[in-house]
Nanobody, 116 residues
Framework: QVQLVESGGGLARTGGSLTLSCAAS????????MGWYRQAPGKQRELVAE?????INYADSVKGRFTFSTDNRTTAYLKMNTHKPEDTGAYYC????????????WGQGTQVTVSS
């Protein structure tokens, strides 16, 4: 099992910026995918951004505002710019690895709250 630890959440102003970090206990080169999800109160968890086979995909709601990156070793980042109130939620790091993604690990989450 891969351990994931998120950090960097907090209170942000509308239009402001935050950077989230996800530290993995294994080298990300061995993962099929690594990504960020978020869950707003009363809503389902949704994909924000992920990298799979060197391709980064973003949810339409964050395109042009959020940037996913890694250090090519064990850490993934989510640079969040131009916050909107609807960005509020718990942000989770996820990795999938192995045959048919048999390994599917989640971090404990970090809260982001956007206020005007």
């Amino acid at each position: 099992q891969v351990q994931l630890v998120e950090s960097g959440g907090g209170l942000a102003r509308t239009g402001g910026s935050l950077t989230l970090s996800c530290a993995a206990s294994a080298n990300i080169a061995g993962f099929n995918s690594m990504g960020w999800y978020r869950q707003a109160p009363g809503k389902q968890r949704e994909l924000v951004a992920e990298i799979s086979r060197l391709i980064i995909n973003y949810a339409d709601s964050v395109k042009g505002r959020f940037t996913f990156s890694t250090d090519n070793r064990t850490t993934a980042y989510l640079k969040m710019n131009t916050h909107k109130p609807e960005d509020t939620g718990a942000y989770y790091c996820n990795v999938r690895a192995g045959y048919k993604n048999i390994l599917n690990s989640w971090g404990q989450g970090t809260q982001v709250t956007v206020s005007s």
